[in-house]
Structure formats: structure tokens, C-alpha cells
């Protein structure tokens, strides 16, 4: 039997499996979801033992466990290491889901559920993928599973374990599926990702929320400070307005951006798709290059005052805003981070005081194209799909690829299959059966190419 005879015969169980992992609310970011994020960590070990790993065990941290797992089947041979998460986003606005995030509906050929691409439908893929190789005898190189629990919220155990366990960890290339393709006519590696710096700032006006009407127009309003000062935060061109933002990032030549213009990206459907009227950001780039190769800024949450039903005519003590800045080659989460505070803390007027708490970060990363691992993960998607990837930059941030780099000196091979359009981290966020069991087809046969190439 072939793979895909096997997927055909198993795709039913493959989605019910699926289908239970994405029940279980592993949401790190929110203590009340702690036992199901530890029942997560359980299911992931109990599916690798069963698709035919040794040595899985749950690895302690300070926070959630590190799933683990091995099959090395020749220590001659080469070692690839798949890495995933087994955490997921908050639900929220719950209101605005279809069906509840944890109760998973298949419609329209897609599976709705939170984590369903990211990144759980995404992780186990690879499980379902070894237990094919292992079910056929036809697992070529050896494998490690490193499976976390805290990657939404920064993967700040991940480093530690990673400096402790570099020779359990020892392998050959990294294996990561978190990424998108093109669509699913137009296939594409990701060959690099942008970092990240993430933080929350506070603005304090009075010594406690006041009435509105006697305080209005005398006391300055923090919840109006601070989105003045947030609107500074861009200029008109749609720059981002911190001094030295963009000291040092990377501009890429004419060529390479001319090159990234070739691959099949609509403005139109986008708009479409999302129900906006036009697209905005940086003015001199395309749409495409704002999303991967430019620095951007963004206000990911902000509150304060009263904001429950019904009305208070409050003037508030305090206002809130989290923050996120995507960043690109040559930048650092460091540098940027400290940029942010000054030039915050420098624009705050008379009448308020401002703090800035860094939360996570995590730096750019580019992968290379010319090692065999590359090579391989591009004829694994020639012979699954019928045509060459695509070479693309993504917008989103994997922090950890660059520290497998400094920790392990290891490349990773960026080989996802979601969607644009798959909502993650949105609400009715969806992952395509097709997508899914592709990735299963397509994951084999990267492990046959680099076998091969690696002789």
C-alpha cells in the first residue's frame, strides 16, 4: 500500500484525531485553561507513541512541558528534528465565532475549530506522517519531535530547554510547519520570517477615575493622551515615526524585489476577502512587500475607563494599549524594544505619566536556498503538487527559528501549508481538509529527498 492508499484508507480517522486534539482549549496565554493545556501535552505524547516513537516523554519546564520523542533507526543516518506548538490563541470575541472554538464543525471542506491551522492541525500532520513511514518501513532518516506548549506566548522555556539539551537535540535540520503557502494552486517555501516586539504600555493621569462632567476639559484624559500618541506613531507616507526605527533594515536591491513581484498575489481578492475598500500601509511598496520585507507597528488591544453596558460618565485614572512591532532582517527585538520606550516616554505630555512593560520578542530569519534540506523540501512539493514552490517571505514571526540557530547552529526548513485566509488567531479561524491531508501526503516525501540528497 502507498501513501496515498494509506490516507485514503485512514483520512476519516486522521480527521477524528484531529478533530479530538482540537476540542482540548490549550490556551497558554490564560491560566484558567492550565489543565487542558497539560491534557494537550498528554494527547500529543499518547499520538507519537502510538504512531511509533520511542523515548516520548513530557520534559518539564518552569511553565508548560516540552513534548518528546525520537525513532532512531541508524545513528549513521541523518537526524531530522520536527518542531511544533501545541498551544493556542485566546478564543476571544467568542461573539463573533460561527460555532464554538472548541467544538470543531467541518464545512465547506474545511475544519473549523481554534488551532485548527495554527498550529495544531499543522503539528499533526507530522505525527500522522510518521505513522505512515513507520507503517510502511519506510522512514529513511532518523526523527526527533520537540513539541511545545508555550509558543503564543514567546517560548520563553523553549530557549532555556533548548542551552540544557543540545545533545538530545542534536540533529541534522529542523522541520517546522507554521507557515503558509501561496494558495493551493500555487504552492511556496517560506524562506524567511520577520521578528518581533511585543509590549504593553500604561498611561496614568489622576489618582483615580473621576466624574466627567466636573473633571472634563481640566484634568488631561489618558484614554485620549494615549491615542494621540499612538496616532503619532505613524506619518502620512505610513512610516513608522520612532527615531532610528529604521536604522538598520535590511533594503533589499531592485532585482530581488522584482523577483518577489512575480509571485501570484491579488490586492483585489484580498480587499475582497477581508470586505475592506482599499489596503493600506508604507507608501513605495506593494501590498506583498508591506506584509514580509518592511518593519511595521501595530496596537493589538487597547482599553480603559468603563466598558460595560449602559453608560458612566467617567473621566479614567489610567488607559492601556498592547503593542506589537514586526521586525525585519538586521533589526533586533532589543533595540527596537528600547527605541519604543524612549521615544514613548518622550512624547508623554504634562498631565500623565507613561511605563512601557517588554512582554516577548524574538528576531528576524532567513532561511537559505541552497543547502540540500531546501532542495529537498522543493522536490517534496514538485512531486506532491506538480510544480515548483514558490520562494516567499512571510509576515508572521517563528522567534524560535533564529534561536535554533544561535543554540544549535541548525538551518530550519520552512514547509507549512495553511492559508492567508485561514483566520488564525481570528475568530472561525479554519484549516482545509485538502491542506491537511496534502501536508500529510507531501511530508514523506521531503524525508525520502533528503535521505537521498544527503548521501
Not at 481554534?114 to 506522517?129: E, F, I, L, P, S
Request: aromatic content about 8%; glycine content about 8%.
Amino acid at each position: 500500500m502507498n501513501t496515498l492508499q494509506y490516507i485514503e484508507e485512514n483520512k476519516d480517522r486522521f480527521l477524528s484525531e484531529l478533530m479530538d486534539l482540537l476540542r482540548i482549549p490549550s490556551v497558554s496565554a490564560d491560566s484558567k485553561y492550565s489543565a487542558d493545556v497539560f491534557r494537550t501535552a498528554e494527547f500529543v505524547k499518547d499520538s507519537l507513541v502510538a504512531a511509533g516513537a520511542d523515548n516520548a516523554e513530557l520534559c518539564e519546564t518552569a511553565g508548560y512541558p516540552i513534548v518528546y520523542a525520537d525513532k532512531i533507526i541508524d545513528p549513521s543516518l541523518p537526524t531530522v528534528l520536527v518542531y511544533g506548538h501545541y498551544d493556542v490563541q485566546p478564543p476571544d470575541p467568542l461573539d463573533l465565532w460561527h460555532s464554538p472554538p472548541f467544538e470543531p464543525v467541518i464545512k465547506d471542506g474545511k475544519i473549523y475549530a481554534r488551532g485548527a491551522c495554527d498550529d495544531k492541525g499543522q503539528m499533526y500532520m507530522h505525527v500522522k506522517a510518521f505513522e505512515i513511514m513507520m507503517k510502511q518501513g519506510t522512514l529513511p532518516c532518523n526523527v526527533k519531535f520537540m513539541i511545545e506548549g508555550e509558543e503564543e506566548v514567546g517560548s520563553n522555556n523553549l530557549g532555556i530547554f533548548v542551552a540544557a539539551n543540545k545533545a538530545k537535540l542534536k540533529s541534522d535540520v529542523i522541520l517546522i510547519s507554521d507557515t503558509s503557502i501561496l494558495s493551493n494552486d500555487n504552492p511556496s517555501l517560506t524562506v524567511g520570517l520577520r521578528g518581533l516586539a511585543y509590549l504593553e504600555v500604561e498611561v496614568t493621569g489622576p489618582n483615580r477615575d473621576l466624574h466627567s462632567g466636573t473633571f472634563g476639559g481640566v484634568v488631561r484624559n489618558p484614554i485620549n493622551t494615549l491615542c494621540q500618541m499612538i496616532a503619532s506613531m505613524h506619518d502620512e507616507n505610513g512610516k513608522v515615526s520612532i527615531p532610528g526605527f529604521y536604522d538598520n533594515v535590511e533594503i533589499l536591491s531592485t532585482e530581488e524585489r522584482t523577483e518577489m513581484g512575480r509571485a501570484p498575489y491579488s490586492e483585489a481578492e484580498v480587499m475582497e476577502d477581508l470586505h475592506v475598500a482599499a489596503l493600506h500601509g508604507e507608501k513605495g511598496y506593494s501590498a506583498l512587500e508591506r506584509k514580509s520585507i518592511r518593519p511595521t507597528l501595530d496596537v493589538n488591544g487597547m482599553w480603559g475607563g468603563y466598558i460595560g453596558e449602559g453608560a458612566k460618565t467617567v473621566l479614567p485614572s489610567k488607559a492601556f494599549a498592547k503593542i506589537s512591532m514586526r521586525l525585519v532582517p538586521n533589526q533586533t527585538s532589543e533595540e527596537i524594544t528600547a527605541k519604543f520606550k524612549a521615544h514613548f516616554e518622550a512624547i508623554a505630555p504634562a498631565g500623565v505619566t507613561v511605563e512601557v512593560r517588554p512582554h516577548h520578542g524574538g528576531e528576524p530569519a532567513v532561511t537559505p536556498t541552497d543547502s540540500i534540506a531546501y532542495q529537498a523540501a522543493v522536490n517534496a512539493f514538485e512531486e506532491a503538487w506538480g510544480k515548483k514552490p514558490i520562494p516567499m517571505r512571510e509576515g508572521g514571526s517563528i522567534p524560535i527559528v533564529a534561536l535554533f540557530e544561535k543554540e544549535l547552529g541548525l538551518k530550519s526548513v520552512l514547509m507549512g501549508f495553511g492559508l492567508d485566509t485561514d483566520a488564525i488567531h481570528s475568530p472561525n479561524e479554519h484549516y482545509g481538509i485538502f491542506n491537511y491531508l496534502k501536508g500529510i501526503e507531501t511530508i514523506p516525501l521531503f524525508y525520502k529527498h533528503y535521505a537521498v540528497l544527503s548521501k
